[in-house]
């Protein structure tokens, strides 16, 4: 009986422990994403309506490419894939509470030329009702001081990388480092 009581109370002084330890984990957490939401930029910060260009590196400051778009022409649709390729204009709209949807200026369809995420993680244009709205985080650039790199993440907050020469989110993306170049026009 006494070793009953023993074993007991020593069960329940480890069940004890682990919630006080996986509290104190998911509050460093919390901070840790705090800290890293705090420099999320907001519509206000961003170039909203300014014809740019984005260039892609990995994280060893290797350039991968320019964002471009690769369109494949099937019998019902033709479908405008972000890639790297020859540089599209690209455009930030506001989508409200510090996100943004990107619009390419120049796409194979007025209509569809938004950025919306696709089920297998792959990033094409589409209509504005079905755009995704994108997370953005700002840092300054250690290569050159007096410009910024930026980071972009979907809704569930998977990183936008690449894909061989598709940018895509999810897995098998490499994340990769976004360099914003503004439009000379």
Same mark, same amino acid.
């Given at each position: 009986? &006494? =070793?009953?009581?023993?074993? @007991?109370?020593?069960?329940?002084?480890?069940?004890? !422990?682990?919630? $006080?330890?996986?509290?104190?984990?998911?509050?460093?957490?919390?901070?840790?994403?705090?800290?890293?939401?705090?420099?999320?930029?907001?519509?206000?910060?961003?170039?909203?309506?300014?014809?740019?260009?984005?260039?892609?590196?990995?994280?060893?400051?290797?350039?991968?490419?320019?964002?471009?778009?690769?369109?494949?022409?099937?019998?019902?649709?033709?479908?405008?894939?972000?890639?790297?390729?020859?540089?599209?204009?690209?455009? &930030? =709209?506001?989508?409200?509470? @510090?996100?943004?949807?990107?619009?390419?200026?120049? !796409?194979?369809? $007025?209509?569809?030329?938004?950025?919306?995420?696709?089920?297998?993680?792959?990033?094409?244009?589409?209509?504005?009702?079905?755009?995704?709205?994108?997370?953005?985080?700002?840092?300054?650039?250690?290569?050159?001081?007096?410009?910024?790199?930026?980071?972009?993440?979907?809704?569930?907050?998977?990183?936008v990388g690449v894909y061989g020469q598709f940018v895509t989110v999810g897995r098998?993306?490499?994340?990769?480092?976004?360099?914003?170049?503004?439009?000379?026009?």
């Amino acid at each position: 009986m &006494f =070793k009953r009581l023993i074993s @007991g109370a020593a069960m329940l002084l480890t069940v004890l !422990s682990i919630f $006080a330890l996986s509290t104190q984990a998911m509050t460093a957490t919390a901070d840790a994403h705090k800290d890293s939401t705090a420099s999320l930029k907001t519509e206000n910060s961003l170039p909203l309506d300014t014809p740019l260009y984005f260039r892609l590196f990995d994280y060893d400051n290797h350039f991968l490419g320019n964002l471009g778009l690769e369109t494949y022409l099937s019998w019902d649709h033709n479908w405008d894939y972000v890639s790297l390729s020859n540089r599209k204009e690209v455009y &930030f =709209k506001d989508a409200g509470h @510090g996100r943004v949807y990107i619009r390419f200026g120049n !796409s194979f369809s $007025a209509e569809r030329n938004y950025v919306v995420i696709s089920s297998n993680g792959s990033l094409y244009l589409g209509e504005p009702k079905d755009a995704t709205a994108f997370a953005v985080l700002v840092k300054s650039d250690p290569f050159y001081p007096n410009q910024n790199i930026y980071k972009f993440f979907d809704r569930k907050a998977n990183e936008v990388g690449v894909y061989g020469q598709f940018v895509t989110v999810g897995r098998g993306t490499i994340p990769c480092i976004w360099r914003i170049v503004p439009s000379l026009k």
